[in-house]
């Protein structure tokens, strides 16, 4: 973008997408007014109307194919099972948490061993916060257990093909889980497990947050 500038109505390449995307009515806030604005500059908070096409982290340059390093997520305070109250709406359901889990709101694991999904938070006031956008932004309604995790740990062999790490597969398998972005993850049931498990499987790191080299 020129000098960084941001334009009403321009096509902007969607890197993550591969496609070109354009805004007809950008807004800022002014106090507290909402208007649309044609242009921008370094600096300028601007809102964009999204239907899903966005994830944080994302980027919309002129044309150049800019990939950044991801924005790390970090391991949650709070853990919680989350159950579809309304089998009619499951399609609703998972579609609402795919988009919430998008915007950051929270973060989704998905059992190995039976596809359960997990919500990962930092405080507890953001189940209510998911149960009340999902049924009135996407008409399901969800219901939660509670889910005995220390820690979620993002997993980094030194060798996958390892015998050690094959063992930690098996052994752990109903600990262990997917992220969004289908990243192997360790939840740790409390501390000393933790501990247990990393001097038990020295080749294997374990991470708090989920971008690590």
Not at 110 to 118: A, C, D, I, Q, Y
Request: charge should be positive; include cysteine; proline fraction near 4%.
């Amino acid at each position: 973008m020129s000098l960084g500038e941001f334009k009403r109505n321009t096509p902007y390449l969607h890197v993550r997408h591969n496609k070109k995307v354009k805004f007809s009515s950008p807004n800022a806030f002014f106090a507290e007014k909402k208007e649309i604005v044609d242009i921008s500059y370094p600096g300028d908070i601007v809102g964009l109307q999204d239907t899903g096409t966005f994830k944080i982290g994302d980027t919309l340059t002129e044309g150049e194919v800019l990939n950044y390093k991801g924005v790390p997520s970090f391991s949650p305070e709070h853990f919680r099972y989350i159950n579809n109250a309304d089998p009619l709406k499951s399609k609703q359901l998972f579609k609402g948490i795919d988009q919430l889990m998008d915007e950051g709101v929270a973060q989704l694991f998905t059992l190995e061993l039976n596809g359960r999904k997990v919500i990962g938070t930092v405080g507890a006031l953001q189940y209510e916060v998911i149960q009340y956008r999902l049924e009135h932004e996407y008409g399901a309604k969800c219901t939660y257990e509670n889910l005995n995790v220390h820690k979620a740990c993002w997993v980094d062999p030194k060798d996958p093909k390892n015998a050690e790490y094959k063992e930690f597969l098996r052994v752990k398998q109903r600990f262990l889980a997917k992220d969004k972005r289908n990243q192997l993850v360790f939840l740790a049931d409390s501390a000393f497990s933790l501990q247990m498990t990393q001097q038990k499987y020295p080749s294997i790191k374990f991470h708090y947050v989920s971008e690590f080299d």
